[in-house]
């Protein structure tokens, strides 16, 4: 029986391969698309596993269209897998419910869940519905598969092993390709913000991705029991991570990182969280205290990333005088609270940032990157662009959900006594979102898939745990 279901599904490979030759013999592209999609079809729906997994190798990889045809944005092979996957699962949880009931008690999919209810809300009052339902679509189809169905698949550690290292060797594989593109030209800084493409719009994006990724392969190289072989792989994933990181040129990627292992420290060595609140009080006091020195200090910082030099950069990233990234950075800042003022409540509509920010322009803020068009993006900080777009309420439900995977994630650390690989694992996706929503305050990337897909695993992995380990010390106690 199991030879006969191989030797149709090597027919249907075969008959497969043989329509999208021919297809494209004939210069049909586009139907050539089709058994391509089929064969996408197949693996969906007999192979539902292998096929999430195979989402999180192709994400570093995907291709975004716009690149190739104007006003439409959508990143190929995965956010119309992801599409398709969110239907499928809907079906499969409608027809015989297999989720776990306890998932919908866990504080990250409870504000999650209000999260998208308020998104639904304004998507309703929004002044560009079309944009705004187009924007919560797409939250969902990354949402539902990704982090509703992975609280069910990431059940098992090696699932949550497996999905990384796809997603971390992918990742890896387009930094080589990067690195080597990037050493035709020199290394150059200028080069360095567009050599990742067509895989990554520009180096933010890929700074913030690799620096999301490095904590995930330390994580795994440092769990117990990995062959000799795995860990050479893993060592040499990390350098060329470290190396990626390093020509990414991202000021915002380096400082996530280094605040990120900060946090993790802390948390690592149980830093009270009253003394924690003492020292961010007393920061706050003396930064009121010292505003206008600061003010004075910052405005003679006229250093710019004209030059490749480490120290150079890092001061450039905190000169607000002369350097046109930080100024437009703040231009961007500057428009999303003036759209908060002016509909406090409600926001302009999810994804309508873009749309709207140009008339909030102050002239004193254009910079030479500045357009009257306001066609250069979004709000650059994931919390203002929820402030502007979802008002008050919605920058509150998504600091929330922030919370609520921290609060989770570091109590769930605490409560494992042994140094296992659950517990390193647990360390690595800590300090890899850290670095993500730090880096959240100078960028937002959580409606593309290279960013939402990781975070929302990792998320779904979070509440597995929670859920496994409660599990299991009632367990215990009946026992």
């Known amino acids: ?115 998208l209810i308020w998104l639904l809300i304004t998507s309703i009052t929004s002044t560009d519905p079309i944009v705004s339902f187009k924007f919560l679509l797409s939250k969902l189809w990354f949402i539902v598969p990704v982090l509703i169905f992975g609280t069910y698949f990431f059940k098992n550690h090696e699932n949550r092993v497996r999905f990384l290292w796809y997603f971390i060797v992918s990742c890896s594989l387009v930094v080589c390709y990067t690195i080597g593109h990037h050493s035709k030209y020199g290394f150059g800084e200028e080069e360095g913000h567009w050599v990742m493409w067509p895989f990554f719009k520009d180096h933010t994006i890929y700074g913030a991705i690799i620096a999301l990724c490095l904590p995930l392969s330390l994580a795994l190289l440092k769990q117990k029991g990995r062959p000799a072989l795995s860990k050479a792989i893993l060592i040499l994933i990390n350098v060329i991570l470290i190396i990626g990181l390093i020509f990414s040129y991202t000021r915002a990627a380096w400082l996530s990182v280094l605040c990120a292992a900060i946090i993790g420290a802390l948390v690592y060595f149980k830093v009270s969280f009253k003394l924690l609140s003492f020292l961010g009080l007393l920061a706050i006091g003396t930064l009121y205290v010292q505003w206008d020195n600061i003010q004075m200090a910052l405005a003679k910082n006229t250093h710019e990333h004209t030059t490749e030099a480490f120290d150079e950069k890092i001061q450039s990233a905190a000169n607000v005088t002369t350097d046109a990234s930080n100024l437009e950075r703040i231009n961007r800042w500057d428009c999303a609270y003036h759209m908060f ?97 730090i880096h959240a305050f100078l960028n937002n990337y959580l409606d593309t898939d290279k960013a939402a897909v990781p975070v929302w695993a990792m998320c779904a992995m979070v509440v597995t745990m929670t859920i496994s380990l409660k599990t299991s010390d009632q367990s215990t106690k009946k026992g």
């Open 1 to 115: 029986m199991a030879l006969n279901k191989k030797i149709s599904l090597a027919i249907g490979l075969l008959l497969l391969t043989a329509l999208f030759t021919l297809f494209n013999w004939f210069r049909l592209e586009y139907l050539a698309l089709f058994p391509v999609a089929l064969l996408f079809v197949y693996f969906a729906i007999f192979q539902t596993e292998k096929f999430f997994l195979f989402i999180a190798f192709l994400t570093p990889i995907s291709v975004n269209i716009e690149e190739y045809v104007d006003g439409f944005g959508l990143y190929l092979p995965t956010e119309p897998l992801l599409f398709g996957f969110m239907l499928w699962f809907l079906f499969l949880q409608l027809k015989k419910p297999f989720l776990d009931p306890q998932i919908w008690r866990h504080p990250i999919v409870i504000t999650v869940m209000a999260y």
């Open 341 to 437: 003022k002016r509909k406090p409540i409600i926001g302009f509509g999810p994804g309508t940032y873009a749309f709207e920010y140009a008339a909030f322009q102050d002239p004193e803020n254009l910079t030479i990157i500045s357009t009257n068009f306001g066609d250069m993006g979004n709000a650059h900080s994931e919390y203002l662009g929820a402030l502007s777009e979802s008002g008050l309420i919605g920058m509150l439900l998504f600091m929330s959900i922030v919370i609520a995977l921290f609060y989770s994630s570091i109590r769930l650390y605490y409560r494992y006594d042994q140094n296992n690989d659950v517990k390193i694992l647990i360390m690595g996706i800590i300090v890899s979102l850290a670095s993500y929503f």
